[in-house]
């Protein structure tokens, strides 16, 4: 499907649920939008609607099971050949990540950049800021598609490997190839770099914080890196989000989770758990949760025991849970960065001990700081990687630092058979109607 139907459809979608009038095609596929209101409504439909695939990727990670005896019918219909990593010939009746819906949220963005000059009664900063959250949200959107659908920055040759299309206009008629995975990740920082001179709004009121702020263009831009192996920036960037943001829940006293929108971490609550993801991602792994320490308050916070051998998930089901960016993982990417850059001693105490003293008893803390005071400079990276475990369970992180590590080879079973996931299998395929309509995504653009 070329990416004018693509456009076109889900617009027109937008304009059928919607009692705003400025939603309405047309015949040319453009969006009627004039005044600053009108583009901020448009810009809200895009956040509601933008993929919560981050939260799909736990059903490719180790952090939870699926079985028949506990789940629907209609759960292992949509996920489980998601969950069994069964990407060639899967059931039709799976529930796939998202492609159309990304596209379309460039789209939108790539409007209102390129109309912001004609926005009627509103201020120069609101416009701004519009202009800024609409480079943020096109630079999200190709960085989650370019970490699905293509190989990890750290384990291939960026410059040479085929990336995702890239579409920097608000062109219907463009049916672009695809470009290079380094392309795609200096668009994205390029992309941040712009919304800077745009965001004005330092912080969002609860309620309204799922929409980029200033903060959390460095925010982003510390993940881009670290996702790039690029330590020493991923470091300075992360420093910056903790000398501005850098407040964390205690959960030893608070009886708010740090991935609440309401939280003191938060930084922006885009993406959350839909209803029905949430109720197969309910079934946490055993062996997942043992990874979490004696004394260690989100053992017993993010998880429930139900049985001697079964959890339910506490951190998601409920929309007061979103959490896109948030202070700790700065913490946590400062911590690994300084590790791998040979500052363990900087690793453990400003980045590491400052978070842990806000999640472990003080017996666990006092334990941990003498394991880690012994560990060597490869012992505390894994450690580290096993922080952003227990810290950031089920918000979508864990594939991500699967993918960009030691990709390792995880085994599901299900009805007493067993389902390997391989290293080939750390990157989604194309959607195959996106192939069929567009063989040319298949190769990339210098």
């Known amino acids: 499907m070329k990416l004018k139907n693509i456009i076109l459809l889900l617009l027109t979608a937008a304009a059928l649920t919607s009692c705003d009038s400025f939603l309405d095609i047309t015949p040319t596929g453009k969006v009627i939008a004039k005044t600053g209101e009108e583009y901020r409504a448009l810009l809200t439909n895009e956040y509601k609607y933008f993929p919560k695939d981050r939260y799909m990727t736990v059903l490719r990670t180790d952090e939870l099971l699926m079985d028949k005896r506990r789940s629907n019918s209609t759960d292992l219909d949509a996920y489980l050949d998601l969950w069994r990593w069964k990407d060639e010939n899967p059931s039709p009746t799976t529930s796939y990540f998202s492609w159309r819906n990304y596209y379309h949220t460039i789209y939108i963005a790539n409007y209102i950049i390129e109309h912001r000059g004609e926005i009627s009664n509103a201020t120069r900063d609101e416009v701004n800021q519009l202009v800024g959250e609409s480079y943020m949200l096109r630079a999200y959107a190709h960085f989650l598609l370019v970490n699905l659908y293509a190989e990890p920055y750290t384990h291939c040759q960026p410059a040479t490997t085929r990336g995702v299309p890239m579409q920097l206009t ?222 950031l369970a089920f918000e979508g992180h864990r594939w991500y630092d699967l993918r960009r590590t030691t990709q390792p080879q995880l085994t599901h079973t299900y009805d007493d058979e067993d389902f390997t996931l391989t290293p080939e299998k750390y990157t989604l395929r194309f959607p195959t109607e996106a192939v069929e309509a567009n063989p040319a995504i298949e190769r990339w653009e210098k």
């Open 170 to 391: 608000a062109d219907v008629n463009a049916v672009p190839g695809s470009s290079s995975v380094e392309a795609i990740y200096q668009q994205v920082l390029s992309d941040i770099a712009e919304a800077e001179k745009y965001l004005n709004v330092e912080t969002w009121e609860a309620g309204l914080n799922y929409r980029f702020n200033k903060i959390s263009a460095q925010a982003f831009r510390a993940r881009t890196y670290l996702y790039m192996g690029e330590w020493q920036k991923a470091f300075d960037a992360a420093k910056e989000v903790i000398e501005a943001h850098g407040d964390l829940e205690n959960m030893n006293s608070s009886t708010t989770l740090p991935n609440s929108y309401k939280s003191v971490e938060n930084i922006v609550a885009l993406e959350k758990f839909d209803s029905n993801l949430f109720t197969v991602i309910n079934m946490p792994d055993p062996n997942f949760i043992a990874i979490y320490r004696t004394g260690d308050q989100r053992r017993t916070k993010f998880y429930k025991r139900v049985t001697t051998s079964t959890y339910s998930l506490q951190k998601g089901g409920n929309d007061a849970l979103s959490s896109s960016f948030r202070s700790a993982e700065a913490y946590l990417i400062a911590a690994e960065c300084a590790a791998r850059l040979g500052q363990t001693t900087e690793a453990v105490d400003t980045y590491l001990m400052p978070l842990l003293q806000k999640r472990l008893n003080a017996d666990a803390l006092s334990a941990a700081n003498d394991l880690m005071a012994n560990m060597t400079q490869d012992e505390l990276i894994a450690e580290i990687l096993d922080e952003r475990a227990r810290e």
